[in-house]
């Protein structure tokens, strides 16, 4: 009885180191979960921002006291979701970066619902992906209206429009001040940013107002302020300018009849370069003797003055003989 006492009474003795055991094990493995659920939380209250085309995805940052959080975006467009086994894309430039936000305009090329994705990144560690809150379309951009400024009062007037990007047309809307309703509108060329505004007249005061126009989208920003300009006086009459065109033309007439006959008597020379026929070509018996004359008259000139040179007399002799042998 004694025996059994005592072996209960050692298994009870046990017991409470069981407990210590179990209880410690159930500490290590609590320690060990703790440090796994110690993973790097991911990015919070993830959203697009995105104006005049150009689009931004913004997170909440992340303080850590082991070191500096890095973050990493991905995106998935419509077709990569439902025809491409769910492939993402690294965002360009977003990739292991401190900043909290990304430009993600290169990535969303089409008019369909977006998915985008943070993780937070620390040393080897690395959060869950977390995903915006609500898919992203670009058509949901808001477009402002461009800055507008006239450039100087010399007519004509000019506009200066504030470059939007490759992505929008300006349409431009203006009025002499007084006839508002006789308002023109005209569209620029896509990148255009200048605007010489048509039939001004001087001493008049002209207003402005452009709608910048998103092509992809097919959508249009509010008007721009208003501005206006007063047309300077064209410092000449118009009489004045009309005599001075006129001058203007008549002198280049002048100018274009001299080059033209410029034109023909180099054409001319370079077909018949003897263009001068001798006179005494043109009556060719009467005029043998004349020529003989002639140049015999000036090999003998020749002659005299240089009787010491043999060589050179030699030759001229040779030539004058020969120049009156031809005859
Ligand atoms: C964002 O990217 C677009 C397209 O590459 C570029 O035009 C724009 O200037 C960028 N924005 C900033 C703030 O860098
Ligand atoms: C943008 O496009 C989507 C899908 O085509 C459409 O449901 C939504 O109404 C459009 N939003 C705007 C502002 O045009
Ligand atoms: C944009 O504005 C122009 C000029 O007022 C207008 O002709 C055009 O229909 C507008 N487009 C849209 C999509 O509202």
């Given at each position: 009885?004694?025996?059994?006492?005592?072996?209960?009474?050692?298994?009870?003795?046990?017991?409470?180191?069981?407990?210590?055991l179990e209880m410690a094990v159930v500490m290590?493995?609590?320690?060990?979960?703790?440090?796994?659920?110690?993973?790097?939380?991911?990015?919070?209250?993830?959203?697009?921002?995105?104006?005049?085309?150009?689009?931004?995805?913004?997170?909440d940052p992340i303080l850590?006291?082991?070191?500096?959080?890095?973050?990493?975006?991905r995106v998935q467009g419509e077709y990569e979701r439902s025809y491409m086994y769910k492939v993402w894309t690294s965002a360009d430039g977003c990739q292991s970066i401190t900043a909290r936000w990304?430009?993600?305009?290169?990535?969303?090329?089409?008019?369909?619902?977006?998915?985008?994705?943070?993780?937070?990144?620390?040393?080897?560690?690395?959060?869950?992906?977390?995903?915006?809150?609500?898919?992203?379309?670009?058509?949901?951009s808001v477009l402002t209206p461009p800055a507008v400024k006239f450039q100087s009062s010399e007519p004509p007037l000019t506009l200066e429009i504030e470059y939007l990007g490759p992505n929008f047309v300006f349409i431009v809307f203006y009025w002499k001040k007084g006839n508002e309703d006789k308002v023109v509108s005209k569209k620029m060329y896509r990148g255009a940013t200048?605007?010489?505004?048509?039939?001004?007249?001087?001493?008049?005061?002209?207003?402005?107002q452009v709608i910048a126009h998103a092509v992809p989208i097919s959508r249009n920003s509010s008007k721009s302020t208003e501005v206006c300009a007063t047309a300077k006086r064209s410092g000449l009459s118009p009489l004045t300018t009309g005599l001075i065109s006129l001058f203007g033309i008549i002198v280049g007439l002048a100018l274009l009849c001299v080059l033209l006959r410029n034109l023909v008597l180099v054409m001319r020379y370079s077909c018949y370069p003897q263009r001068k026929i001798p006179d005494t070509l043109k009556e060719p018996f009467s005029?043998?003797?004349?020529?003989?004359?002639?140049?015999?008259?000036?090999?003998?000139?020749?002659?005299?003055i240089e009787p010491s040179n043999q060589i050179i007399y030699k030759i001229i002799g040779q030539d004058c003989s020969a120049k009156t042998q031809l005859l």
């Open positions: 009885m004694g025996r059994s006492w005592c072996s209960w009474n050692g298994i009870m003795s046990l017991f409470p180191f069981y407990i210590f290590v493995c609590a320690a060990v979960n703790s440090t796994e659920q110690a993973k790097l939380s991911a990015p919070r209250n993830i959203y697009m921002n995105s104006t005049n085309m150009k689009h931004y995805l913004y997170w850590n006291d082991e070191g500096t959080v890095n973050f990493s975006v990304c430009n993600v305009t290169d990535e969303i090329a089409t008019n369909v619902w977006y998915e985008l994705q943070v993780r937070a990144e620390l040393g080897s560690q690395k959060s869950d992906w977390a995903t915006i809150g609500q898919p992203f379309n670009r058509n949901s200048m605007f010489h505004l048509e039939n001004v007249e001087g001493g008049n005061e002209y207003c402005a005029s043998q003797k004349i020529m003989r004359h002639h140049f015999l008259e000036d090999c003998e000139k020749i002659t005299s």
